[in-house]
């Protein structure tokens, strides 16, 4: 092969190129251009053909994705059942308000105050009213006895000592009963308070109690769910286990009596191959002594 030979590189251009040539050079170039745009888009090449699966493979890519599938809605079962758990869990922070039981206890605190404060009222007005009756009575009888109306006589002093403690001491006992009245109105608003708060947790813990028991309900009604479906599925698969062993006890039947046919076919050709044997010796004997004849006879 022979070498092209190229010009020379001239870096130092002599002579200006003139601008007739040069529409000349860039429409040689958009041509070329234009000429290589059409190779540059050729299709490209097509990929490989795939191997075609077995159905071996396909088997286990449709096991594997009903696994798939079941684990899913394994999945999504036991979020359903753990959801109404959760929130149940959850609920009784979010309705009980801490703020409650210091609002109860300062409405206690301040009928226990007034209770008392009724209470000290009670002695108090019994001690006043006690103290104005033997003041009264005392100055009574040192005026008597001062101005020598009256005799001092042992019977008429405890008359006048029943009478100037008789009235304390009812006062005292009256005083008594109020503050004890006092303390079981004290105790009766108390056991109505704790009625009252008694209240909002009993309703509370019922209401949890129904979410409970219609979530164990739902729980239940979708085990039973589950069960006859496991039984339906048991059941199909049984009668399908049923099908392919009366199929496969058929087949075997079938294949034992074309065992026997063959068996019987070889038997009765082995006989003919023996019989066949057995000319094919007789002729080939007569054949021996008719050539040993003709030997003797020449």
């Known amino acids: ?24 050079v860039t429409s040689e170039a958009t041509d070329a251009l234009d000429e290589a745009t059409p190779e540059a888009g050729l299709e490209p ?3 490989a053909p ?5 159905e071996r493979q396909r088997r286990r890519l449709a096991e594997q994705q009903a696994l798939a599938e079941e684990r899913a809605a394994e ?9 109404p758990f959760a929130e149940s869990a959850d609920a009784p922070p979010a309705t009980v308000t801490p703020a ?22 009670a002695y108090l007005i019994a001690g006043l009213a006690s103290a104005l009756w033997v003041g009264g009575l005392a100055s009574w009888f040192a005026y008597e006895l001062g101005s020598g109306m009256m005799e001092i006589d042992p019977l ?7 009478i100037l403690l008789a009235p304390v001491g009812l006062s005292i006992l009256l005083a008594h009963a109020v503050r004890q009245g006092a303390g079981l109105a004290q105790e009766t608003k108390r056991a109505r308070e704790m009625a009252d708060a008694l209240v909002g947790p009993t309703a509370l813990a019922a209401n949890q109690a129904g979410h409970v028991l219609n979530t164990l309900r739902e729980d239940i009604d979708r085990a ?7 039984r339906d599925d048991l059941a199909s698969l049984r009668e399908a286990l049923t099908k392919e062993s009366n199929l496969l006890n058929e087949a075997a039947e079938l294949a034992g009596g074309t065992a026997r046919r063959l068996a019987e ?19 080939a004997s007569a054949v021996v002594e008719t050539v040993e004849r003709q030997s003797r006879m020449e």
Do not use: C, F, I, W
Not at 75 to 83: I, P, Q, V
Not at 156 to 162: D, F, H, I
């Open 45 to 47: 090449l097509p990929d």
């Open 1 to 24: 092969m022979k070498s092209r030979h190229r010009p020379p590189l001239n870096l130092t251009d002599s002579e200006p190129a003139s601008p007739e040539t040069e529409p000349s």
């Open 224 to 230: 039973a769910q589950s069960a006859e479906r496991a």
């Open 100 to 121: 409650s039981p210091p609002a109860k206890t300062s409405s206690k605190r301040k009928g226990k105050t007034a209770t008392s404060n009724g209470a000290a009222n």
């Open 156 to 162: 008429r002093l405890a008359v006048y000592a029943l």
């Open 75 to 83: 999945a999504e079962k036991a979020a359903r059942a753990l959801s």
């Open 50 to 54: 795939q191997r075609p699966m077995s």
């Open 265 to 283: 076919q070889l038997s009765h050709e082995r006989e003919q191959m023996g019989v066949l044997g057995g000319k094919l010796e007789g002729q």
